[in-house]
């Protein structure tokens, strides 16, 4: 179980957002933990894998409690991170950037790992947030099972509400382990989408924070 602040309220605010924006999930909001460990059951016996052996009789529990809390926990906005703001005192006024944010999230298609690095930016106006913030949203909407353009959407448009302004950039940098592990099995391909808000659409922003987040740079 993860451990940190949550703020659903807040959590149904960004649901609503991205709700009327046409970018949240497909889903109902209903998350069983029962059928959830039912549903291991039965495929680890369409396996043909008896569930009365030692080593996997709780593994329907097991994985249940992963989905639920771990690897799918971002589909429930009651676990949607706390934000801390302070009050941008100093004036700063140029881009706040978090490079090489790493994630792991999971292919809706295959249901398999999808691993890589989020690059955010936002320009501050009174507020600025706590660092980690920017984190804790990548993960959230990670934590899905997903497709890389809607994760960079859903992340770019939460932080957009969040932070109070359109001058936010994501990039997601990824590897789709459906592309590595299965299929056409190239080991090679990095998967890269992004989206730019306000200040950031202006080709001289988006050529500095490409540069800036190019590795070794700054
Ligand atoms: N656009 C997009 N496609 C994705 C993402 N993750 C996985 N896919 C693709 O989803 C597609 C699913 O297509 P299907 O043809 O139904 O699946 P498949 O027969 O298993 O396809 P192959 O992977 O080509 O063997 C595949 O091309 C995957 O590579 C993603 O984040 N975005
Ligand atoms: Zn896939």
């Given at each position: 179980m993860k451990t940190y602040e949550k703020d659903p309220a807040?959590?149904?605010?960004?649901?609503?957002?991205?709700?009327?924006?046409g970018i949240d999930n497909p889903v109902n909001g209903n998350i069983d933990n029962n059928l959830v460990q039912q549903s291991i059951?039965?495929?680890?016996?369409?396996?043909?894998?008896?569930?009365?052996?030692?080593?996997?009789a709780k593994t329907p529990e097991r994985v249940a409690r992963f989905f639920v809390n771990e690897l799918?926990?971002?589909?429930?906005?009651a676990n949607f991170p706390k934000m801390?703001?302070?009050?941008?005192?100093?004036?700063?006024s140029e881009p706040v950037i978090a490079k090489n944010i790493s994630f792991k999230s999971t292919c809706e298609h295959?249901?398999?790992?999808?691993?890589?690095?989020?690059?955010?930016?936002?320009?501050?106006?009174?507020?600025v947030v706590g660092l980690s913030k920017l984190n804790r949203v990548v993960d959230f909407f990670a934590r899905r099972p997903q497709v890389q353009e809607r994760a960079t959407l859903q992340i770019?448009?939460?932080?957009?509400?969040?932070?109070?302004?359109?001058?936010?950039a994501v990039l997601i940098k990824?590897?789709?382990h459906c592309i590595t592990m299965r299929g056409v099995s190239?080991?090679?391909?990095e998967n890269i989408t992004y989206q730019f808000g306000g200040q950031f659409s202006n080709p001289e922003m988006k050529r500095n924070f490409l540069e800036l987040i190019k590795d070794n740079q700054a």
């Open positions: 807040l959590g149904n605010k960004v649901a609503q957002h991205l709700k009327i924006l059951a039965t495929l680890l016996s369409g396996l043909g894998i008896p569930l009365d052996d030692e080593s996997i799918f926990y971002g589909l429930n906005y801390t703001f302070n009050h941008n005192k100093y004036g700063y295959h249901l398999v790992t999808i691993s890589g690095e989020a690059f955010v930016a936002y320009i501050p106006g009174n507020q770019f448009r939460a932080l957009q509400f969040l932070l109070e302004t359109e001058d936010v990824a590897t789709h190239d080991h090679n391909v």
